[in-house]
């Protein structure tokens, strides 16, 4: 298998079958990590169409002695910024579809019963409720760290700032995040308490 | 391991990212204390949603393609545009150059068909600043100025007449025409225009045409003369005589057409020019005037003199005393005198400057040829000019007859030098009464 990055020199050469098998390698990542911030499918394919456009158009830039992922993963990134920033959009993220089936609660091996399917319904609500209450910074540190699977090292790269700083982040997000669902949790009458199903 | 010590390493623990003792360690706290054991639980509910892949929808099955086709098209409008660009640059060159290379080719054309633009001027304002410093009073307009002027003007000439530096050789040539150069004063009305080369005339211009002031304008002068004669030279000291000076492109030689105007009170004498007017008549000496009014008038009378007469402008007076009927010499004839000592200054008198050898001669009509003098000592330039003339004995010849137009007399001489052969004379003189 040719590597990413020998791609990108025959794609420099003139090769367009090059930068096809490109395509093909990232774009459910790209997407998944335009989805994920923006939450809307139709802007999200726009702008994954406009963020491997921005990689043919600067891939004379790539430096084919690095990783190409990181490089793609920055693209992704900082266009899905850049189009946040042009439309205002406020991000809702939707875990609602598929989330009853991947909802894993390691901790709890108990058979679900009805109540614990809705205090789970509520926990997921409270958490997407969280989640779109966040900051850009603190949703997209998360999402590529969570959704992207990249580590610390990785973030740092594409966010082109120190690892101690993408630790800071990630950290002060989950609080966030955790404070978030915590304060709706209490605002519904719970206080100090916690979802059952926990 | 206390709470604040599990809620240290709480997500990192939630995402099994700590070494596996302290793990350990975590998961006995857990087991300890209920609360970090929920808290616990909800981090990993919260990872596990972050996390959540599956309810990404996937691509349309065309999307890499579309990629593709958008990078194509955008390629070839890439190679479009450049190529738009260039032909917008060829456009625009060929809007800049199109009209460049019409007057390149309109004065190519203008250059090889003779159509002169101002190189004419140019070359009248070099040719005059070579021309030297000319002795003139106060107040006075000369030729050299009104020359000057006009090539700063640059105005349209007539390009029937020499410039004026030509004319000055030519004139030069037969030694008589400095004076038309020198003093063509304000009260003069000189016209002298420019033209190429006469040595070289074009067939598509008439170089014989005159420009006549307006004063001349019912003046007979010839027309459609031949070509082999150019005017080289206008002049009009009042409105009773004008002089045109031809030359004779093949040979060189000038001749000169006097058009005088005369007195309808006085029918058989016609209105002689002053004798200070004269000098600007070389090739006509007073005396030739003055006998020829004595002669009866008419076309067919053809007065061949071919006596020598000096060409020297300076010398009228002793001109006049020689081609007299031999009855005034030079001394004897005050009036002649006084004529001269009004141009004293400037010029000097025959009797000062004539060897004894030209005055013995005075008193014989048959000899009235004199040698060349320079009328002036500080007139280098017509020293130069004269140089090879100086030596040179120079005869005039007249041919004059009398025309009617307009119920007004105009008699009519044309003068030639000596070295024009009296047959071509005539025949000039033919010509030009034909064309009258």
Same mark, same amino acid.
């Given at each position: 298998?040719?590597?990413?990055?020998?791609?990108?020199?025959?794609?420099?050469?003139?090769?367009?079958?090059?930068?096809?098998?490109?395509?093909?390698?990232?774009?459910?990542?790209?997407?998944?990590?335009?989805?994920?911030?923006?939450?809307?499918?139709?802007?999200?394919?726009?702008?994954?169409?406009?963020?491997?456009?921005?990689?043919?158009?600067?891939?004379?830039?790539?430096?084919?002695?690095?990783?190409?992922?990181?490089?793609?993963?920055?693209?992704?990134?900082?266009?899905?910024?850049?189009?946040?920033?042009?439309?205002?959009?406020?991000?809702?993220?939707?875990?609602?579809?598929?989330?009853?089936?991947?909802?894993?609660?390691?901790?709890?091996?108990?058979?679900?019963?009805?109540?614990?399917?809705?205090?789970?319904?509520?926990?997921?609500?409270?958490?997407?409720?969280?989640?779109?209450?966040?900051?850009?910074?603190?949703?997209?540190?998360?999402?590529?760290?969570?959704?992207?699977?990249?580590?610390?090292?990785?973030?740092?790269?594409?966010?082109?700032?120190?690892?101690?700083?993408?630790?800071?982040?990630?950290?002060?997000?989950?609080?966030?995040?955790?404070?978030?669902?915590?304060?709706?949790?209490?605002?519904?009458?719970?206080?100090?308490?916690?979802?059952?199903?926990? | 391991?206390?709470?604040?010590?599990?809620?240290?390493?709480?997500?990192?623990?939630?995402?099994?990212?700590?070494?596996?003792?302290?793990?350990?360690?975590?998961?006995?706290?857990?087991?300890?204390?209920?609360?970090?054991?929920?808290?616990?639980?909800?981090?990993?509910?919260?990872?596990?949603?972050?996390?959540?892949?599956?309810?990404?929808?996937?691509?349309?099955?065309?999307?890499?393609?579309?990629?593709?086709?958008?990078?194509?098209?955008?390629?070839?409008?890439?190679?479009?545009?450049?190529?738009?660009?260039?032909?917008?640059?060829?456009?625009?060159?060929?809007?800049?150059?199109?009209?460049?290379?019409?007057?390149?080719? =309109?004065?190519?054309? $203008?250059?090889? %068909?003779?159509? #002169? *633009? !101002?190189?004419?001027?140019?070359?009248? +304002?070099?040719? @005059?600043?070579?021309?030297?410093?000319?002795?003139?009073?106060?107040?006075?307009?000369?030729?050299?100025?009104?020359?000057?002027?006009?090539?700063?003007?640059?105005?349209?000439?007539?390009?029937?007449?020499?410039?004026?530096?030509?004319?000055?050789?030519?004139?030069?040539?037969?030694?008589?025409?400095?004076?038309?150069?020198?003093?063509?004063?304000?009260?003069?009305?000189?016209?002298?225009?420019?033209?190429?080369?006469?040595?070289?005339?074009?067939?598509?211009?008439?170089?014989?045409?005159?420009? =006549?002031?307006?004063? $001349?304008?019912? %003046?007979?002068? #010839? *027309? !459609?003369?031949?070509?082999?004669?150019? +005017?080289?030279? @206008?002049?009009?000291?009042?409105?009773?005589?004008?002089?045109?000076?031809?030359?004779?492109?093949?040979?060189?030689?000038?001749?000169?057409?006097?058009?005088?105007?005369?007195?309808?009170?006085?029918?058989?004498?016609?209105?002689?020019?002053?004798?200070?007017?004269?000098?600007?008549?070389?090739?006509?000496?007073?005396?030739?005037?003055?006998?020829?009014?004595?002669?009866?008038?008419?076309?067919?009378?053809?007065?061949?003199?071919?006596?020598?007469?000096?060409?020297?402008?300076?010398?009228?007076?002793?001109?006049?005393?020689?081609?007299?009927?031999?009855?005034?010499?030079?001394?004897?004839?005050?009036?002649? +005198?006084?004529?001269?000592?009004?141009?004293?200054?400037?010029?000097?008198?025959?009797?000062?400057?004539?060897?004894?050898?030209?005055?013995?001669?005075?008193?014989?009509?048959?000899?009235?040829?004199?040698?060349?003098?320079?009328?002036?000592?500080?007139?280098?330039?017509?020293?130069?000019?004269?140089?090879?003339?100086?030596?040179?004995?120079?005869?005039?010849?007249?041919?004059?007859?009398?025309?009617?137009?307009?119920?007004?007399?105009?008699?009519?001489?044309?003068?030639?030098?000596?070295?024009?052969?009296?047959?071509?004379?005539?025949?000039?003189?033919?010509?030009?009464?034909?064309?009258?």
């Amino acid at each position: 298998m040719v590597s990413d990055e020998v791609l990108t020199q025959q794609v420099t050469r003139g090769n367009l079958s090059a930068f096809e098998e490109l395509v093909e390698r990232y774009k459910k990542l790209i997407f998944t990590i335009v989805y994920r911030i923006i939450g809307h499918y139709q802007e999200a394919e726009d702008i994954t169409q406009e963020v491997f456009l921005t990689v043919f158009e600067k891939l004379y830039q790539f430096d084919s002695g690095k990783k190409f992922k990181p490089w793609i993963q920055r693209i992704a990134i900082n266009t899905t910024i850049t189009a946040l920033r042009k439309k205002q959009k406020v991000i809702n993220i939707s875990y609602d579809e598929n989330l009853e089936k991947d909802f894993n609660l390691n901790a709890s091996s108990k058979i679900p019963d009805p109540q614990t399917e809705v205090e789970k319904q509520e926990l997921q609500a409270e958490i997407n409720s969280a989640l779109q209450g966040l900051n850009d910074g603190y949703r997209i540190i998360l999402v590529m760290r969570y959704q992207m699977d990249l580590n610390n090292s990785e973030i740092s790269d594409i966010l082109n700032v120190s690892r101690e700083i993408v630790e800071v982040r990630l950290h002060r997000a989950r609080k966030a995040l955790r404070k978030s669902v915590v304060e709706k949790w209490t605002a519904r009458g719970l206080k100090d308490e916690l979802p059952a199903i926990l | 391991m206390n709470c604040q010590q599990f809620y240290k390493h709480l997500w990192d623990y939630a995402d099994h990212n700590v070494p596996k003792s302290l793990e350990k360690t975590l998961d006995k706290h857990c087991l300890e204390c209920e609360n970090c054991a929920r808290t616990y639980r909800l981090t990993v509910v919260e990872n596990g949603v972050l996390q959540n892949k599956s309810d990404i929808p996937d691509l349309a099955e065309d999307f890499t393609a579309r990629i593709m086709n958008t990078i194509y098209q955008n390629h070839n409008k890439a190679q479009l545009a450049s190529l738009n660009n260039w032909k917008h640059f060829v456009k625009k060159i060929s809007a800049i150059t199109a009209p460049l290379m019409v007057v390149a080719c =309109l004065l190519l054309i $203008f250059y090889f %068909y003779g159509i #002169p *633009v !101002n190189h004419d001027n140019t070359q009248i +304002a070099d040719i @005059t600043a070579e021309s030297p410093p000319q002795k003139q009073s106060a107040g006075e307009n000369t030729s050299q100025d009104i020359i000057l002027s006009a090539a700063d003007e640059i105005k349209p000439v007539n390009n029937t007449v020499p410039s004026p530096a030509v004319s000055a050789s030519a004139s030069d040539k037969t030694g008589n025409f400095r004076q038309d150069y020198e003093t063509s004063a304000a009260d003069s009305y000189d016209y002298i225009n420019q033209t190429d080369e006469p040595s070289k005339p074009e067939p598509s211009r008439s170089n014989n045409s005159v420009f =006549l002031p307006p004063d $001349f304008a019912d %003046y007979p002068v #010839p *027309v !459609n003369l031949s070509e082999r004669y150019t +005017a080289s030279q @206008t002049i009009n000291t009042d409105e009773q005589e004008l002089t045109i000076i031809y030359n004779i492109a093949a040979t060189g030689e000038n001749f000169s057409l006097q058009i005088l105007k005369i007195d309808n009170s006085s029918p058989e004498s016609p209105v002689l020019p002053e004798a200070d007017v004269i000098q600007d008549m070389d090739l006509m000496s007073q005396s030739d005037i003055n006998s020829s009014s004595d002669l009866p008038v008419n076309d067919q009378n053809i007065n061949n003199r071919g006596n020598g007469i000096d060409a020297g402008t300076t010398d009228n007076t002793t001109n006049t005393a020689a081609a007299g009927n031999g009855t005034d010499s030079s001394a004897d004839n005050p009036p002649a +005198a006084e004529t001269d000592t009004a141009d004293s200054e400037k010029i000097p008198t025959a009797d000062e400057e004539l060897p004894e050898e030209s005055q013995s001669k005075d008193n014989n009509p048959a000899a009235a040829t004199v040698p060349i003098k320079k009328p002036s000592t500080d007139d280098e330039n017509y020293e130069a000019a004269t140089d090879e003339n100086t030596s040179a004995d120079i005869d005039i010849q007249d041919i004059q007859w009398e025309v009617t137009r307009n119920q007004k007399r105009y008699q009519i001489t044309v003068s030639g030098s000596a070295n024009l052969p009296p047959s071509q004379l005539r025949q000039i003189s033919e010509e030009i009464r034909k064309s009258l």
